[in-house]
């Protein structure tokens, strides 16, 4: 069954901090790995694709990287905006479905 | 924003009703996918239409509907509401080979 798995559920830091959320899946082939970052009362927003092991992508602050069987969303040197919900999800090969994780809550402290 | 529009953004009504929750995807976007979203739990997948035609069902209840018509609007159907139903609702749409964008969802009260 696929599963997508993240860690830890909720995350403080002090502004600087720099840290990573992991996100383990289990799929039995991976189309995609997507970041999302949720604020509190609103929709998913897309971070970042992965496709394949090896693979990573930066946004600002924060970097994506991709195993065969995790993802890592490092934060480096995060400030309070960074605070939010980030979501990871697998698309699996074999359909277009897409498999969410329960989330990482990231509170970032001035 | 992300161009998917959901209305309304919040929905407060009583037990045993029936309400309809409505979602325009991104402009050119052929799929749309519904989620539920309840405070301990994760993004639940519920339906996903294609060009109008169902191609998948998750956790869907039977007193949940949904459609996707035409012009490649949708609408989630949700009767016979109980307490256990107030949730975030989203809906979210993507083309081939691209992610799901989301909608700011639909906050759903039954009292």
């Known amino acids: 069954e696929d599963q997508v798995t993240q860690s830890p559920e909720a995350l403080r830091l002090q502004e600087g901090e720099s840290s990573s959320l992991n996100c383990s899946y289990t799929v039995s082939g991976l189309r995609g790995l997507f970041w999302y970052r949720q604020d509190p009362g609103k929709g998913p927003e897309f971070l970042f694709t992965l496709y394949s092991a090896g693979e990573e992508k930066e946004k600002e602050r924060l970097k994506a990287t991709l195993t065969k069987k995790e993802s890592f969303l490092h934060i480096t040197a995060p400030k309070p905006e960074d605070s939010a919900t980030y979501l990871c999800?697998?698309?699996?090969?074999?359909?277009?479905?897409?498999?969410f994780g329960t989330g990482t809550s990231l509170t970032v402290i001035p | 924003d992300s161009g998917v529009t959901q209305t309304p953004k919040h929905l407060i009504t009583a037990t045993g009703q029936r309400v309809t929750l409505r979602c325009s995807p991104r402009s050119g976007d052929l799929s749309v996918y519904w989620y539920q979203q309840s405070l301990d739990q994760g993004l639940q997948f519920l339906i996903h239409?294609?060009?109008?035609?169902?191609?998948a069902k998750g956790n869907i209840l039977e007193r949940f509907s949904a459609q996707q018509f035409p012009d490649l609007h949708s609408e989630l159907n949700l009767s016979s509401l109980e307490l256990g139903d107030s949730a975030l609702y989203f809906c979210?749409?993507?083309?081939?080979?691209?992610?799901?964008?989301f909608g700011n969802g639909t906050r759903l009260t039954v009292t």
């Open positions: 979210a749409s993507r083309t081939s080979n691209s992610p799901l964008h």
């Open positions: 999800a697998v698309q699996a090969d074999t359909g277009n479905q897409f498999y």
């Open positions: 239409y294609y060009n109008g035609e169902e191609r």
